[in-house]
């Protein structure tokens, strides 16, 4: 009889993944957050590293996911994520830390914070949501805002002449040799999904190798400051932000070295970034250890 | 007993500091705070698990303390005047979300770049105004070397006990100058208290916890400020610390901290042997700030007189605790000028002989005192 009626029950096709919280999201129909999040704890899932991993979310609409996880959460000031993440680091190494921040967050008062945690190859895996506009304060002009966006703060749109250029993150990044991994993903479509997530999950499979710092920007939607449907804010991505922000990898260190070890180059230009490298260190410093 | 060593105060503290079991130091180079970072960079990385790690900004090493304090660990940061204004922000966000951490701010003279000379001008910063909000942290005045080594653990504790932020204040004499120091033993680690809040990932052991300082519900963010300062009110009645010297019998008592109060001290040394009944009360704890120690002396004596590196900072607390009831009288000098033993027996003499004063170091009125 019981085999009856467990042939009778549905397979699950669908279902929240664990490391996901069973809370109301608080986002905006047609934003990319939750599809975002949810990818995230998917890989979370995968990975089952749920009871060792601490997620930080700075200011902006990326702080509210402390309530979205089944992880252990830190809330952090206005940009510092990657400074509150490289202290959860060092002091528990055997952790994995993520910080998932805004474009605003990231790329303007915490660009110290970003470039130097990439720097160091912090062992840490940053989530950057890129939607070219300040959402939580209600839509103002951010590092990322294209050319002529118009947003609260650039009402006739961004001129470059006046508020200057956005800032490519991945690109910038990829100029740093901590960072192991540097990809721009976006989610407007399942194929972009199945990538994004094929991405994220890449990123902390990377920091359990103690590759050093990895950054996914996801090139998301803000319907509501963008003042536009969801179809249609996806269609604004797809002609406007894309073309900007080239989707790929813009930098993957220890894919390079491998592919480079392969053709029998035994001294690669750049060599993968492990954590634990010992580093060169300065006569001085050795006068004074001898 | 154990040995005693000559060291510099910067490097007592810093020493002090990893034998409380502090393995990770987070910081930003500026003077005069130097030696506790350069020793850290030295020591840290030979202890287990120790990290030293030099940080981008000020910024930065202040939200890397919360982080690993959220963690659970012990950890610190140093600084000095300009930086720990950088801090604030930080210091501010450990306040909100009840995390303990040492800040050592070694101070030069302000406001802006200032100069590098000790300096006592961050007093209100430290006890009234150390970051947004409503908010206090702990602070310790050091007045000798061997304090710089003996307030850390303290420091630690209470910031462990209480779930605050705790900062010893002390100042570019302290942190420069050497003194024979016995270092405090070894903390062993199974005395750290235990954590349960910290973010250590559940492990499957337990519910997902959450480190935040955000309340966008009013109501919710006054309970939260309402039970912190109910644990503030225990601090304030069980934490106060003070030395009082030779004030039984003391006609005019002398308030100072640290540096100051080391003057001070030589100044009613100095009085006494004119026979003057002069003694002073040195506020070891700043927040809380030692009320009851005032209290108790304003029976014993007819007037007070505060000295500081300041233009008149901690003077207020004690004008605070005092209320009317006795004189109280102020000198001072700022910018890095160290008062003379010499200025403040001129002083005492004037308190003695009845006078209320005011002493700043405006020319006009220094011009008769220096003399």
């Known amino acids: 009889m019981s085999s009856v009626s467990e042939s009778l029950k549905s397979p699950v096709l669908f279902e929240r993944p664990q490391a996901l919280a069973d809370v109301l999201t608080n986002y905006c129909p047609g934003c990319s957050h939750g599809i975002i999040q949810r990818l995230v704890a998917e890989a979370i899932d995968d990975l089952e590293i749920e009871g060792r991993t601490v997620g930080v979310c700075p200011v902006g609409c990326s702080v509210t996911a402390y309530d979205f996880y089944n992880c252990d959460m830190a809330q952090a000031a206005h940009g510092r994520a990657p400074a509150v993440a490289t202290g959860m680091k060092r002091a528990h190494p055997e952790n994995i830390i993520f910080t998932y921040q805004g474009d605003g967050d990231l790329a303007s008062i915490g660009m110290a914070e970003t470039v130097h945690a990439a720097t160091r190859g912090e062992n840490i895996t940053v989530f950057f949501v890129n939607n070219a506009i300040y959402g939580m304060t209600g839509g103002q002009m951010a590092p990322t805002s294209i050319p002529g966006q118009v947003t609260q703060t650039s009402p006739y749109g961004r001129d470059v002449t006046t508020a200057g250029y956005p800032i490519r993150v991945c690109e910038l990044l990829s100029t740093l040799d901590g960072t192991a991994l540097a990809q721009r993903v976006t989610v407007d479509c399942p194929k972009n999904v199945r990538i994004a997530k094929k991405a994220i999950k890449k990123a902390f499979e990377y920091q359990i190798e103690r590759r050093g710092f990895s950054i996914i920007e996801i090139v998301a939607t803000c319907p509501t400051n963008w003042g536009l449907s969801p179809d249609a804010a996806f269609k604004w991505l797809d002609e406007n932000l894309l073309p900007y922000y080239p989707l790929g990898v813009h930098c993957d260190r220890p894919a390079e070295a491998a592919a480079a070890a392969e053709q029998g180059d035994k001294d690669p230009a750049k060599p993968p970034v492990l954590v634990d490298q010992v580093a060169v260190r300065t006569p001085q410093q050795a006068r004074t250890d001898a | ?371």
Not at chain 2, 185 to 201: H, N
Not at chain 2, 214 to 230: C, G, K, P, W, Y
Not at chain 2, 348 to 369: C, M, N, W, Y
Request: include cysteine; glycine fraction near 8%; proline fraction near 5%.
């Open chain 2, 1 to 371: 007993m154990a040995e005693k060593v000559l060291m510099k105060g910067n490097e007592a503290l810093a020493e002090a500091a990893v034998r409380a079991g502090c393995k990770l130091f987070f910081g930003y180079p500026i003077t005069p705070q130097t030696e506790v970072a350069a020793y850290m960079s030295k020591r840290l990385p030979k202890v287990e698990g120790g990290v030293y790690l030099q940080a981008e900004s000020e910024v930065a090493a202040i939200n890397m303390v919360y982080g690993a304090s959220a963690s659970g660990a012990r950890v610190m940061t140093s600084s000095s005047s300009p930086g720990v204004s950088l801090k604030q922000e930080g210091i501010s966000y450990l306040i909100g979300s009840d995390l303990p951490a040492l800040i050592v701010n070694i101070q030069r003279g302000g406001p802006g770049l200032g100069g590098i000379q000790p300096s006592q001008a961050d007093y209100w910063q430290a006890t009234r105004a150390v970051g947004h909000g409503d908010g206090h942290i702990i602070v310790l005045a050091p007045s000798t070397v061997q304090e710089m080594a003996d307030l850390v653990a303290l420091a630690f504790e209470l910031g462990d006990k209480y779930r605050m932020p705790a900062m010893i204040l002390a100042d570019g004499l302290l942190g420069q100058m050497m003194e024979p120091v016995v270092l405090p033993d070894v903390l062993d680690s199974a005395a750290l208290p235990d954590k349960p809040w910290a973010l250590t990932g559940h492990q499957g052991q337990r519910r997902h916890q959450t480190i935040n300082s955000l309340h966008l519900d009013a109501q919710e963010l006054e309970n939260s400020i309402i039970r912190r300062f109910e644990r503030y009110e225990t601090v304030r009645l069980v934490e106060q610390r003070a030395e009082c010297y030779l004030t039984d019998d003391a006609d005019v008592v002398v308030v100072a901290y640290g540096a100051a109060s080391r003057v001070v001290r030589s100044a009613v040394n100095h009085a006494r042997d004119e026979g003057l009944k002069v003694g002073l009360i040195r506020p070891i704890t700043l927040w809380p700030f030692p009320t009851q120690a005032i209290d108790l002396q304003i029976e014993k004596s007819q007037a007070f007189l505060a000295v500081e590196f300041s233009m008149g900072q901690m003077v207020d607390d004690v004008r605070l605790v005092v209320n009317g009831r006795r004189p109280v009288s102020f000198f001072a000098h700022t910018g890095g000028i160290v008062p003379t033993p010499e200025e403040v027996v001129v002083a005492i003499r004037r308190v003695i002989a009845g006078e209320q004063i005011d002493i700043v170091p405006f020319k006009s009125k220094l011009t008769g005192d220096r003399a």
